[in-house]
């Protein structure tokens, strides 16, 4: 089974709409890593989160680790195209780990 | 841009063969991991390198090893390529247990 979840495997906004993309582990989050990948492409790091409660912002991007640090959210206000491409979350699940398991990914589309 | 390279971009091959895929890492980075993306899927850890040693092996068989130079860089070999073996390869910088920074990739394809 993947370790971790990540939900939904698919997304089409229309521009301007807010979004939120879950993912979910089994297992402690030692650390969470939000990544960005267009098809075909190397990933490009987001935002890392740590502490449980954590919550971190990046323009219009807001990624948190809930406080049981076994779910992490990634938050997109006022959509734009340019959001578009595949959102991964990461995790070490091992502490102090430097592998990192990955979910399936999010295909985000955002509509002009 | 991450500052991490990888070559070639894309490779054909065929089954039985052998590959070696190249990572520069970014400056100042002292360890390189190395990843496998199945179409439709997320990053599977091959395994990693720190400081010219390997620290770290994921689920993948003997076939695949790597190696790390004095500058850091990385090569990833594979060998007697099988066709599952056709996917993503990334490679990943990171100053040891801080965030990794991923490269382009490499595409291969295997017939």
């Known amino acids: 089974s993947q370790e971790l979840e990540q939900s939904p495997q698919s997304l089409i906004v229309q521009e301007g709409k807010n979004l939120t993309i879950n993912c979910t582990s089994s297992?402690?989050?030692?650390?969470l890593y939000w990544y960005k990948q267009k098809y075909g492409e190397g990933l490009i790091f987001l935002m890392m989160?740590?502490?449980?409660?954590e919550e971190k912002s990046h323009e219009k991007i807001t990624a948190k680790l809930d406080e049981k640090k076994q779910q992490s959210s990634l938050h997109i206000t006022a959509s734009q195209p340019s959001h578009a491409g595949i959102y991964l979350c990461g995790a070490d699940i091992k502490g102090g780990s430097e592998k990192l398991v990955f979910g399936k990914g999010t295909k985000l589309t955002v509509n002009p | 841009e991450t500052g991490v390279t990888q070559s070639p971009t894309h490779l054909i091959k065929t089954r039985g063969q052998q590959v070696t895929l190249r990572c520069s890492s970014q400056?100042?980075?002292?360890?390189v991991s190395w990843y496998q993306q199945a179409l439709g899927q997320g990053p599977q850890f091959i395994f990693q390198y720190y400081r010219e040693e390997e620290n770290g092996r994921g689920n993948f068989p003997p076939r695949f090893s790597g190696l790390q130079f004095p500058n850091y860089s990385s090569e990833l070999n594979v060998n007697a390529l099988e066709l599952d073996d056709s996917a993503l390869y990334l490679c990943?910088?990171?100053?040891?247990?801080?965030?990794?920074?991923f490269g382009p990739g490499t595409r291969l394809t295997v017939l």
């Open positions: 297992k402690t989050l030692y650390g």
């Open positions: 989160l740590q502490k449980g409660g």
């Open positions: 400056s100042g980075h002292n360890t």
């Open positions: 990943a910088s990171s100053l040891t247990g801080l965030t990794q920074y």
